[in-house]
């Protein structure tokens, strides 16, 4: 069994960096299951360990065996906008704030998403849940007006699913 100076030794900072820029891009393009892992791995940049090193090898290893993933878009799935929206109340041990999420999709396929943590501490669930509902709601206000320039025919009312039922009636 390892002892723990070695796995808390500072690991190489340049190819930690350089992993986690690689897979940010890939993440923010088209592996949306990947941005929390990785935006949480981010986070021990200035300076990695050899446990966050191995973090990362984990987050390789998924994304080798899940290499054919990916975002498909087709036409006349679902030509509807619809988004789902999410939070983890006080999720980061950390720093003890909640985590908003959000996805919106366009013909079946996710066009945009975020996962960020809240600037402000919630109180209860249905605080942190409607915070990340209010997110979820500005990005879709915005690809609606996007797709108004775009002439984009037949825009009728967005739904966004949402889990918790106090934040739905405070909505």
Known sequence: MRNLNELLKIFDKMVYQSAIGSLLYIANATRPDLSQAVNRMASYCNEPTSVHWQMMKRILRYLKGTINLGIMYQRDINPELIAYSDSDYVGDIDTRQSTSGYVSLKNGAPIAWKSKKQEIAA??????????????????????????ELREKDQRATIIFEDNQASIKIS
Do not use: C, G, M, P
């Not at 942190?128 to 979820?136: D, G, I, R, S, T």
């Open 123 to 148: 109180q209860s669930t249905a605080e942190a849940e409607y915070v990340a509902l209010f997110y979820a709601t500005q990005d879709v206000a915005w690809i609606r007006n996007l797709l108004k």
